[in-house]
Structures are given as structure tokens and as C-alpha cells.
């Protein structure tokens, strides 16, 4: 599943979090635990032995049974109530009841006119393997309604097995979302039974499970019934076993009316009329097993397709609505020439017989990878090549190749639980930028994994708060919390590690062994630790005493990542050295105590260090050393010192393959400064991308000094490249967010215009044809940096486009329409707003919709920011109206607007998002981002102290905020005025080289 709520401006493309914190203690307190932990489980085992529902039910009478509803195998049981004993918390089903297939037949009714009726009726026959005899079955159910009060039916498969079984009782427990049915005779070991259940559910446009949602097209209102089941809302459309690790095969029957269309994961079989205007759709077997998260179907009107087969004979359709199905053709294109490659890269043919990728009006999360049937938000697969920017190009791209992977990485090999979401989403997060490199090899889109994903997840990662990547799931809320940074770009992180100290060959094949090894089944983290320990013995890999699977534990089940410290070389007789130390990397060091102390120094991490040396310089085979202790001593191969040591620096982490911050010696920062000043060029650009982005953050820690990062951007008129520019004003955006209040903003204003304007005026706002992509991505982003730090050329330019563009519908290139729209309404008033306004709601193409929806937050005058707030309960779509609410808490005008509006409507956004995966997070991350004074922190945790038990998903988002607006307050008291010195000193200083841009961009 790709998530897309991250709207930072420097990003790549325009796009998650509560998670359970890594618990680590002191040794001493370890001991005590575990033996408390041996007692408990001890007191348990003995509870649910003489406790629980099967022990219990042997010793139920007859006549007791007959008092609640009991009913033969052959018919229907009558009315039961529901059981209103307490249960303890069930996180995961027991294995004793295994299922084989399903038979689902759904009839989703949203054709009137009242949307508070619309509902669906299901029918349900599972067949299920019993392992071990039991008197329950337990599986998942939300918010449906069983036929009769819980009547169903339950019989043997094979006819040499029958016997006489009755559904007696039955109970539900909600905050579980469980549903027990209780017989009067166990079940069988080593017997297959089917059980047959008759449902209802209300169908909502809540956008989990099925759900109705609504687009106009011409004049016309039209309504469509779409799915979203990941992670666990297939329990919300039928009873079922809700877990990946429960794998079964399919057959689906979907009702519909006979003018709409139905999909779901396999192709149609046959259609058969009913009664009246109804169908019945009759889908293919799915012909593997799959897991209940990833079952898909929808019903809609006047949706069309592209298609073609890949080289294997997959047939491959893109379905978008009628008036932009024209704009479905690149993702096409791209899909077929990246699935080929995965299929070609894992030695593994995709194993369905169609490919199908839908493109919706409403869609919470970016995509969903449902076998054969994937199904994507309009923005992250329609491309219009005649007003779509290249950014909204390189997102189709990429949220393609993500769900892709996911055919290999989810669905042919899926977690065994949830705690190990990372197989999913690191591995696809990872491959989505090979799968992209390959398709489009000119975009140079390896490098941007840095500033996409290590740079992003690195802030986050640097938290107390933060949590490792893989975790265990403490209750049902906790398996949504998982899809977030740390899982995605943390998991695609290490993966990236991985195939770097390995060896493309050794983790590729090794890859392969894995996949092929689980095939149609499920896996742990181990699996894929032994499947490229293997493959590493094949090729020879060494790594001494090592092995994968010690060399990622800490990386795995540690939370945060270390700072190595590296000093210059130093002569120890004949031999040079370099000393390195490792220390987990946290902002927070003012919060240490002796405990935070003990605690820290059980941090440690088994680092594949590389560097090289300035004077012997060597980028592609850099010198290598695993680290592993607190300190060592490295050896450098050849002599450094032999042209001298004037100027001499070391760069660790060469190309940033590790999941590491450097740190150097004072000496060795002056010397690296110096070399981006005199010639960036000798230091490739993901390491300068590095060195600015860990100099920043490094600064914020207190590890070097405080303007050390501001230092790195001096040369920055003087980069032609957008990867360090990305890296470079990702943070200095954070930091005039917090400054905007602060008379020092006009200083930091005044000293990145300084750098920004020589591009600035050399690249022009006019595209070329021979512009790179490169080029054209650096264009699109210095236009609206320029005009973000108020540059009055920019503004006017920007303005008077916009009035253009009232007059007479001047078409804007895509690549600089988001400046144009958002600086034209800023500079204007009501009448620009509300044209724009306008537009948004006649608009069916979805990326302009998401550049209108997002330019709209860029007015000035708070009562139009407090409309607009306010219009996101009725006149923006449920999907969009987060992003709208985070836009406008990113605008300095709108930033306590969008706080008083949260905390005032909190219950109405709790009950819209709170049981979602990624958005209320994303709500909570984006209004506190700025906050930085001590009233912040207070109104913060007042709101906190209200709506605990409500936060539910968003309560690790919120305690994150509560840490990093502490931060944000300690940064401001120690460095406001140190920086206002620095920037005052150095904003009219450029270093030599302003001119050399003529050569660079003639």
C-alpha cells in the first residue's frame, strides 16, 4: 500500500503514524522482568486452561443447550443473543481452525436517493481445515449483522464425514472484532468442514472495507462502490479469517444494476440476470491462495480502459473514469515495462492471468496492491502530458513500480503477522526506485532516495519517540499504527544497506531464494535473513564472525540509528588510522539522565563503515570496515599523508548507502566547507547531499556548532543539481518555519535569496525542449523558493500569470502552475480566491484539482483561511480535506487558524479519520510541525489531557509532537540569536565562482 500525506515543498512528489515505541531497560531491570514475565505466563496458561470456551462447553448440558436456540446441521439455526461474557484481549487468532476457501456473494444497494440506506447483504461459505477439535469457531467480524441474530449453517465437506453440528450460541466482542459461534459437538481434528453465514453491513463512504463515494461528470452525479481492505477491513465486508498468514482461495459473486460495471481480482466468468434491472457477475476462481487484505472488487458507471499484454501474456488494463481515460496511457506504458522487469529481476512470473489498475475519485490511502486488481488515487496514476508537471510524472512512476513490487513483495510472499509489515513496505519502497531507474533512466532517480526517503525518515528517527521497525502489536489499534516513516522509508532504508554490503549479485539471488522458498505463503524477518545468508555462502560473502542476521538484528529491533564520529587520519608509526566512535544519534540530549544514560549505551549497531580519504580519493570502491564496538580504530590502506595533509579531509558513508550520520572534527568540517566553496564537483552529489543535510541536524543536536549547517549552503549558488538543493532547503524551510515570527526570518530571508537569485535569473521561468530532467526539476523548485522568501520579481511574475490566466485561460506549464496558483491568490484578495475556488469544483482532472486545493491555502487574509477550513466538512471530498487542513497549517497566517479549528472540531474529526491508517496522524504531524513556544506546548498538552482516550491511532503522532515542539522551544533559546549574528555577518556574502553559472547553464 503507498501512502502519499507527506506535502513538504522539496519533496520528489507530493505524498503516516501511530506505532508502538521499542521498549528497551537496564540489564538489572531485564532480569527482574523476565522473571515476572516466566510467573505471568505461567497464571495465564492455567487460566485459559480451565477457563476457556472449549473446556467449558464439554460440560454444557443438553437441555441447557436447547434454551439457546439450538437448531440440526440440515437447516438454519433461529434467533441467538449474543454472549455478553468478558473476554480476554485475542490479538491473533489460534491456528486450530485453517481456512481453504471462501465463496462470497455480495449485493452492494446504493441505487436510491437516500445515502443513509445504502447498504450490502452477503453470503459467505468457508472451507476450513480443523487441526485440532474444538467446540468454537472465532473469527473476525465489524460492524455487520448476522442473519436470524447469528444463524448459519455448518457441515463436513467430504460426505464419509457426516455428522450432526448445531450453532447453539454465539458472541461478539467489537473492540476485538471478533465473532465466536459456539457448537453443541466439537469439531473433528483432521476434518474439513464449510461453514455458511448470511450478513449485512451499512455501506458508508467512510472509505474502509466497501464503500460508496460519488464524482460528477458533466451534470450528472454518478456513485460507485469501491474497496479498501488493508489492514483489517476485510473483517468489515465479510466474516472471515482476518489475518495475512491466513491464505485461502476465492471465488466472488458481485450484484449489481445492469447499466454498471463490475471488477474484482479475477476476470470475469459469466453474467447471469436475476430479477429486475439486477446481474449477477460471476469472477474466476482466484487460482492461488491470498490473503483476506488483499480481496478487491468495485461496481461503477462509464469507467473505461486501455490495455496490453506483457511479453508473458499478462493482460494489462488501466481503468480510469470516461473523461480521463486519455490520461491513462503513460501508466501503461510504465507499468507493463516495470512488472516485465520485476518478473525478469526475481526470476519469477507474475502468477495471475490479468493486471489490472483502477484509478478512483475517492481513495484514502496513494495505492493498494490487491492481486489483479490494484486500485490507485486519480493523482498517483493518470498523467496528462499536456498540462501534468513532470513531478506528478515521476509520482505515477512511482507509485506504479511500489504497488508492482508489491505482486512479489505482500502478495506472492506475504508477513506472517503484522510486526513484520516492513517485508511489505520497506522491500516495495525500495523497489520502487529500481523498478523506476530502469523504466526511465535519464531521471537519475537513485540519487533521490536520499532526500525521499533516508533524509525523511532520519528526523523522525532521531526522536525519543520513535520506534524500531520491527515491533510487536500490543492490541487491535497497534496494527494500524504500523503503516508509518519508520516501516516505509526506515524498512526501504536498511534494505538499501543490505544490497550494498552484500553485493547486487548475492542480494538478488538472494532475493529469489526467498521468494521462491514462501511462495503463496507467508514469512518472517528470519526467512529473509537465512535466505541471504545462504545465497552470501554461495558467493563467497564474508563477513567474519558475521552474518546477515547479526549485522541487522540491531538495525532491525533497535529503534533510532547512530552517529559515527570520525576524526582526520593520524600517524601511528608507519601506519595511518582514523578513530570512530558510535552513539545513537538523538536530538533530545538535554533529557539524559543516569537511567537515559544506561540506557543509551545498550545502543549499539554493527555499521558497514566506508570512507575515503581527499587525498586518495576513490568514490566507487571506497575503503570498508565493520564497526561494531563503541570505538575503533580503522586503518587507512595507502598513506594519506604523502602529498601532505594541508586541506586533507575524510568523507564517511560514501554514497550514504548506510543508515548513519557522520560527524567529523572541527578541522575536518572547515576542510569540507572549503571544498564545496572552491570545487563542489570533486564530491559526488548524494554525498554533498549528505554532508549539508547531517550538518544541519547534527547543529540541532548540539554536536558541532550551532551555524554549521548554514555553512554547507555558502556554495549553493554555485550547485546545479537538485538532490543537494533539495537536501539544503528542506531544512532551512523547517528552520524559517520556526522563525517566521522572529525578526531574524528577515536575515535568513535575505541570505537565501542571496544564493537562490543567480539561479534563479539563469533558468528563467521559460521550458525548454532539451531541457533535462534534472534541469527542469530544479527549474520548478528554485521558481518556488524564490517566490517563497517573497523575491518581488518572482511574486509579480507569479501574479500577473495568474490574472492572465482569469482574463483568458492562459494555459501555465505544469512545472511552475503550483508557484503561479498559490502566489496568485496569495498577492491577491477575495476575487482571486474565489475564482480559484470555482475552478476546483468544476475541475476533473485530479492533479489540477490537488494544485488548486493546495493554492487555495496560500490566501492571506485569515477569514478566508477560516472559510476555507470550514468548507472542508461539506464542499471538498472526505479524501482531500486533511490535505486542504494541512496546507493550511503550513501557511504562517494560517497555522493557529488550523489549530483552533482541530481542537474545536476534534470530535468530528475523530469520528471521520480516528479509525483510519494513515490521515488523522498526518493531520496531528502537520498542525504542530511549527510550534515552538512554551503557550504551544501547553495548549498542546491540554488537548492532550482532554482527548487521550480518543487519540487512538494518532496517540504516538501526538506524543512525537508534544517532543519535538519541546525541541522546537530549546532550539529557539539556544540559537535565535547566534544565528540572527551569523546571518547578519554572511547573508550579502557569495564565494568566488557567481559567474562560473554562464559555463554551467549557458
Known sequence: MSFSLSENAVRFFPENERAHEGCFVTR??????????????????????????????????????????????ATETTAASPSSVATPEVIRLRRHLLPIHYSLKLFPDFYGNDTSLFHFRGEVKIQFECKE?????????????????????????????????????????????????????????????????NFTGKLKDDLK????????????????????????????????????????????????????TSLSNMELNHSIPISGDLVEDHFLRTPVPMSSYLLAFTVCTDFEYVQKFTRTGTRFRVYARREVISNARYALEIGIKIQEFFEEYFNISYPLSKQDMLAVP????????????????????????????????????????????????????????????????????????????????????????????????????????????????????????????????KGASIVRMMQNFLGEKTFRAGLTRYLSRHRLSNANHNDLWNALNEEAAVDGVRYGALNVSSVMSGWLKQSGYPVLSIRLPERIGKRAIIKVTQRRFLIDRNSSSAENDERENDFLWTVPFTFTVS?????????????????????????????????????????????????????????LIGQLKTNHELIPVKNR??????????????????????????????????????????????????????????????????????????????????????????????????????????????????????????????????????????????????????????????????????????????????RYLNYTWEKIRKQDAPHAFAYVAKN??????????????????????GNGVFLLPYMIRSVTAAFNTHDDLHQLMAFGKSASSELGVGSKTYDQAIEKTRLNIEWMARNEEKLSRWLLTNKQRLSVGHLLLTSVFP
Open 28 to 73: 538489572t531491570r531485564a532480569a527482574l522482568l523476565s522473571a515476572a514475565v516466566v510467573l505471568s505466563l505461567v497464571v495465564i496458561g492455567l487460566t485459559v486452561h480451565y477457563l476457556s470456551p472449549d473446556r467449558g462447553q464439554h460440560c454444557q448440558h443438553k437441555d441447557e443447550q436447547s434454551q439457546r436456540g439450538a437448531t440440526t446441521v
Open 133 to 197: 477439535s474444538t467446540s468454537t469457531i472465532t473469527l473476525h467480524s465489524k460492524q455487520l449483522t448476522l442473519d436470524g441474530g447469528g444463524g448459519g449453517r455448518i457441515s463436513a465437506l467430504q460426505a464419509t464425514d457426516a455428522g450432526s453440528w448445531t450453532i447453539n450460541g454465539w458472541s461478539e466482542n467489537d473492540e476485538q472484532e471478533l465473532l465466536t459461534l459456539t457448537l453443541d459437538t466439537p469439531l473433528v481434528a483432521g476434518k474439513a468442514f464449510q461453514l455458511e453465514l
Open 689 to 866: 547531499a549528505q554532508i549539508i543535510d547531517d550538518a544541519f541536524q547534527l547543529a540541532r543536536a548540539g554536536l558541532v556548532e550551532e551555524v554549521t549547517g548554514f555553512r554547507t549552503t555558502q556554495y549553493l549558488h554555485l550547485e546545479t543539481e537538485v538532490v543537494p538543493w533539495r537536501a539544503a532547503m528542506t531544512n532551512v524551510l523547517n528552520t524559517a518555519a520556526l522563525l517566521d515570527r522572529s525578526p531574524v526570518y528577515g536575515h535568513l530571508e535575505e541570505y537565501i535569496l542571496k544564493r537562490l537569485i543567480p539561479l534563479y535569473e539563469k533558468l528563467g521561468w521559460e521550458e525548454s525542449r532539451n531541457d533535462s530532467t534534472n534541469r527542469k526539476l530544479l527549474r520548478s523548485d528554485v521558481i518556488r523558493w524564490t517566490c517563497f522568501f517573497g523575491h518581488r520579481h518572482c511574486l509579480d511574475t507569479a501574479s500577473e500569470r495568474y490574472r492572465q490566466w482569469m482574463q483568458s485561460a492562459l494555459r501555465i506549464p505544469g512545472d511552475v502552475r503550483e508557484t503561479v496558483l498559490c502566489h496568485g491568490i496569495g498577492e491577491g484578495g477575495r476575487g482571486e480566491w474565489d475564482f480559484a475556488f470555482d475552478r476546483y469544483q468544476q475541475e476533473t482532472k485530479a492533479d489540477e484539482v490537488n494544485r488548486l486545493l493546495k493554492a487555495l491555502s496560500c490566501a492571506r487574509a485569515p477569514w478566508i483561511l477560516t
Open 892 to 913: 504562517p497566517v494560517g497555522r493557529y487558524l488550523a489549530w483552533k479549528f482541530f481542537v474545536s472540531q476534534w470530535k468530528n474529526i475523530e469520528d471521520r479519520y
Open 362 to 489: 475517492d481513495f484514502a490511502p496513494g495505492a493498494m496492491e490487491n492481486w489483479g486488481l490494484i486500485v490507485y488515487r486519480e493523482t498517483a496514476l493518470l498523467y496528462d502530458p499536456q498540462s501534468s508537471s513532470l513531478a506528478n510524472k515521476i509520482r505515477v512512476a512511482t507509485v506504479v513500480a511500489h504497488e508492482l513490487a508489491h505482486q512479489w513483495f505482500g502478495n506472492l510472499v506475504s508477513p506472517d503477522w503484522w510486526d513484520d509489515l516492513w517485508l511489505n513496505e520497506g522491500l516495495a519502497s525500495y523497489f520502487e526506485y529500481v523498478g523506476v531507474d530502469f523504466a526511465e533512466k535519464e531521471w537519475g532517480f537513485m540519487n533521490h532516495f536520499l532526500t525521499d526517503e533516508i533524509h525523511s525518515v532520519f528526523s523522525l528517527d532521531s526522536l525519543n519517540s520513535s520506534h524500531p521497525v520491527f515491533f510487536e502489536i500490543h492490541s487491535v489499534d497497534d496494527i494500524n499504527s504500523v503503516f508509518d516513516t519508520i516501516t516505509y522509508s
Open 615 to 671: 587525498t586518495q580519493l576513490n568514490w566507487t570502491n571506497p575503503s570498508f570496515q565493520w564497526i561494531s564496538s563503541r570505538e575503533a580504530s580503522v586503518p587507512v590502506n595507502a598513506n594519506p599523508f604523502r602529498n601532505g595533509s594541508v586541506g586533507m579531509w575524510v568523507i564517511g558513508n560514501v554514497g550514504q548507502f548506510g543508515y548513519y550520520r557522520v560527524n567529523y572534527d572541527p578541522e575536518n568540517w572547515r576542510n
Open 209 to 260: 472495507g466497501i464503500y460508496w463515494s460519488s464524482y460528477v461528470e458533466g451534470n450528472v452525479t454518478r456513485r460507485l462502490m469501491t474497496s479498501q481492505m488493508e489492514p483489517k477491513d476485510a473483517r468489515k465486508v465479510l466474516p472471515c479469517f482476518d489475518e495475512p498468514n491466513f491464505k485461502a482461495t476465492f471465488d466472488v459473486i458481485i450484484v449489481r444494476n445492469k447499466n454498471m
